[in-house]
Nanobody, 124 residues
């Protein structure tokens, strides 16, 4: 397993959770730049990009999580975190850590590395 996820679990609406992911085992021979982040998939719904950050610290968020979720990283360590505040039942999903060489994007097909997924369940 090259992307190690932790965190997630259950929370009540309005609560908070924090996800962590380590991609330190992954190296890219052609570049020092990389993009890491999180996608999610809820039952019966399409996969959705949540938040990503690149090695320069640029970030991109889905509109649905802006102002509530914050992505951060240990720069150079390939560790990424997703602080999720103000959770709603609509945030319930399996959250996947992703990683790719190069610059930032929220296009799922651009990511060649995916974690196993960690469940987040938000009750009302």
């Amino acid at each position: 397993v090259q992307l190690m996820e932790s965190g997630g679990g259950s929370a009540q609406a309005g609560g908070s959770l924090r996800l962590s992911c380590s991609g330190s085992a992954i190296t890219f021979s052609s570049t020092n730049t990389y993009c890491m982040g999180w996608f999610r998939q809820a039952p019966g719904k399409e996969r959705e990009g949540v938040a990503v950050i690149d090695s320069d610290g640029d970030t991109s968020y889905a509109e649905s999580v802006k102002g509530r979720f914050t992505i951060s990283q240990d720069k150079g360590e390939k560790q990424v975190y997703l602080q999720m505040n103000g959770l709603t039942p609509e945030d319930t999903a399996i959250y996947y850590c992703v990683m790719k060489p190069g610059w930032i994007t929220l296009v799922a097909d651009s990511f060649g590395y995916w974690g196993q997924g960690t469940p987040v369940n938000v009750s009302s």
